[in-house]
């Protein structure tokens, strides 16, 4: 097993700047999830790390060896895409074992490792199945198998899960969750959603334009924003931002960002704020409001169930306030 660095990795595509000056030391056996909207890179470093596309500028490690002239099939990297091929004319077996065939492997490990990787993922009952008999999600589980089966270093998922229905993702993702925590594989995992990312992680890029906005641990990057781009990624709702015309005290050229989950819902004389209930979206455990003041939305997650277009007062608490520069969106507390 290896850790993974990447020192100032710049990469074009013509004069598109797809990752600009990326370096990320990924400790031996620790899972990395890189986060950030559509074309923000995550699938080029992705990409660079498993050697198919040449590292333009910048050096990649896998452990102590800069992989830089190293080609794809000499990292000892296992990728696991959003859309898996399996070999339709060959058995789930037969797709485990192929790429040990590939490389030489005798037939008794092959039997060996396939049926290791069966126990671990729940295949054995379907080894001599052909991919078109399985649903999704035994289709996913032997792709994932099929990289594990030669123990690679690391491991490169991009968004493996997107293609499965939410409680096959759900269990899967427990699956990967566990499978790590039993083989400690150093993993770099591609995802947009953010369960994914908060559950699964050891540490989390969020990466946009090409850049890499803050890493650190899921919680820290929730708790401890660096910036608005990262404060608006992270929770579902997202933080809200208020014009600094709405809460008196703060100076003009200061955003003020609240969590819906620190918001207070409370009678309309006695908020700090007052607005009309827009949109009620119970969820069991608890409810997303949504207030409309003047022009400006806020997302409240409440334990109350408020009546769609009734008044309310909204408390503000200042202890759960954060403080960004309007014009380029630093944290300034
Ligand atoms: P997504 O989440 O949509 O998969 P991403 O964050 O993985 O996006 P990348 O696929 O790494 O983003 O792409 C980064 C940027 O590089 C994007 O602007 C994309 O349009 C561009 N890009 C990616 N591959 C190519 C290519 N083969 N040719 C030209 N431009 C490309």
Known sequence: MAGVILEQVTQRFGRHLAVADVSLRIPNGEFWVLMGPSGCGKSTILRTVAGLMPVQQGRVFLGERCVNQVSARERDVAMVFQNYA?????????????????????????????????DLLGLTGLLTQKPGQLSGG???RVALGRAMVRSPQVFLMDEPLSNLDSRLRDQTRTELKRLHQQLKITTLYVTHDQTEAMTLADQLVIMHQGRVQ???????????????????FLGNPPMNFLPPWLLPNAPGE??????????????PETGMLRGRVAVVEPLGDVTLVQV??????LWVKTQSVPVLGEWVGLIIPRQFCYYFDSANGIRLT
């Not at 040990?100 to 049926?115: D, F, P, Y």
Request: net charge neutral; proline share 5%.
């Open 86 to 118: 399996l070999y339709p004319h060959l058995s789930v077996a037969e797709n485990l074992a192929f790429g040990l065939k590939m490389r030489g492997v005798g037939s008794a490990v092959r039997q060996q490792r396939v049926q290791w990787v069966a």
């Open 138 to 140: 035994q289709q996913q």
């Open 214 to 232: 803050q890493a650190g641990t899921p919680q820290n990057l929730y708790q401890h924003p660096d910036n608005k781009t990262v404060a608006s």
């Open 254 to 267: 200061v955003t003020v960002g609240i969590r819906p989950e620190a918001i207070e819902i409370t009678a």
């Open 292 to 297: 409309q003041i003047e022009a400006t939305e």
